[in-house]
Structures are given as C-alpha cells and as structure tokens.
C-alpha cells in the first residue's frame, strides 16, 4: 500500500536557519503531495502541494519539489522564525476515486529566538 | 476559502457513555469526507471514508459498531463513539473533499474534537 516516510524529530533550529525536513514516499500510480502543518492545539492546514513531478509547490517561503525519480518531496525554507515552530506532516493522495490520503509521522520544529 | 468545522471542540464523558462528534462544511458540499484519529505525537491515523447517501467504508482494525458514521447531507457527516472506554480518548479530526472536485483536489480539514473518556 502507500506509505510516507519522513525524518524523525524533533527538529530544533535557530531562527534565520535553513529548513530541510526530508520526505519520501511510495505509492502507486501517480499520486498528489502535501506538506500539512498543525500549529499547538489545531488542526491540520495545508501548507502546499504538488500534483505531478517536477512541480514546486511553494507558500509562506516554505518549498518542496516532486521529484518522481527519488520518490521524494523534501519541504525546505531558507529562514526559518519562531513562528514557524509546528509539527509538519509530509503526505500524498492517492489517484483513485476516494483520494485517500496517508500521512507521515510528522516532524516537530522548534525554532529559537 | 473553505473551512470545515466541528463540533464540539472538546467533550469529556464518562465510561460508557456515547459521544457525538459533527464535521460541517460550511461554505462548500462535500460528497467525501473523512475520519482520522491522532494520538498524541503521532500521526493522523484514518478511521474511515464517509460518503453521503451511503454507507462508510472502514479501515482495516477500526470498530464499525463502536464509531457509528452517518453523512446525512452534503455538509454533515457525524462520528458517534459508542460505549467509550478511556483508550478511546483521542484528537479526532475531520476532512472533506468538495463534490466535483476534480482529480487531484484537496481535502479540507477540521480543527480537530479532543475527546477524553473518564
């Protein structure tokens, strides 16, 4: 079946860092991806996405590219704040009917001042 | 944008009591919607696919007759956790997927129900 694998955290970075929190997946077919984040208490926003390889998705200076030849979608941004300090979930939908999607495990950052 | 809400955004109960939990879309009809449970620090697990009009399709492990899902129009879907124990205590969290959508569209998602079974 389809599944996302993605780093392990927590991720502990100091603001103006650079973000790679690295995400692979393997699926069937040709899937769709998402980065997900999920601030303290809520619920899942969708950060970005990409329907089909090559494309970047990008938002809030946050980017990931489908890359389909390494089944990946690495989610980085150049200057991390403390506002970005969240739990990040890699996932992708799958093309069927339903598009059920699967979520990694997710990535804690934590970002210093 | 679209926005998907739930209802309650926190409910405790007692053991053995049924609780339940609604999923709206509130500015779009959603022909799909999900389920997913969260444990804490772990990722959003999917409980089942509820399609309005029909029956829900469950994912493997997961109780039909503990956690009741009716899709009563295309903007509700409710989640009814029946007889709950304390391991049912979770994050639960709702999507919907807007009817027509085409392939590849996204799924809206709700700010999430803590329950906590005492």
């Known amino acids: 079946g389809d599944s996302v694998t993605q780093m392990e955290g927590p991720v502990t970075l100091s603001e103006e860092a650079f973000l790679t929190i690295n995400c692979t997946y393997t699926?069937?077919?040709?899937?769709?991806l998402f980065w997900y984040v999920q601030y303290p208490g809520e619920g899942l926003q969708l950060l970005l996405k990409?329907?089909?390889?090559?494309d970047k998705g990008s938002n809030k200076g946050f980017e990931a590219t489908y890359r389909k030849e390494t089944t990946s979608f690495h989610l980085e941004k150049g200057s991390v704040q403390v506002s970005d300090s969240a739990v990040y979930f890699c996932?992708?939908?799958?093309?069927?009917?339903?598009?059920?999607?699967?979520f990694g495990t997710g990535t804690k950052l934590q970002v210093i001042p | 944008g679209a926005v998907v809400s739930q209802h309650p955004s926190w409910v405790i109960c007692k053991s053995g009591t049924s609780v339940k939990i609604e999923c709206r879309s509130l500015?779009?009809?959603?022909?799909?919607m999900f389920w997913y449970r969260q444990f804490p620090k772990q990722s959003l697990m999917l409980m089942a696919t509820?399609?309005?009009?029909?029956?829900?399709?469950?994912e493997q492990g997961v109780e039909k007759d503990k956690f009741l899902i009716n899709h009563a129009s295309l903007t509700l879907s409710t989640l009814t956790v029946t007889s709950a124990h304390p391991e049912d205590s979770s994050f639960y969290i709702c999507?919907?997927?807007?009817?027509?959508?085409?392939?590849?569209?996204?799924?809206?998602f709700g700010p999430g129900t803590r329950l906590t079974v005492t």
């Open positions: 999507s919907a997927r807007p009817r027509l959508a085409g392939v590849n569209y996204e799924q809206y």
């Open positions: 699926a069937t077919g040709y899937p769709s």
């Open positions: 990409a329907t089909k390889a090559d």
């Open positions: 996932a992708l939908s799958d093309s069927g009917g339903y598009q059920k999607v699967t």
């Open positions: 500015d779009f009809q959603a022909t799909t």
């Open positions: 509820s399609n309005e009009g029909s029956k829900a399709t469950y």
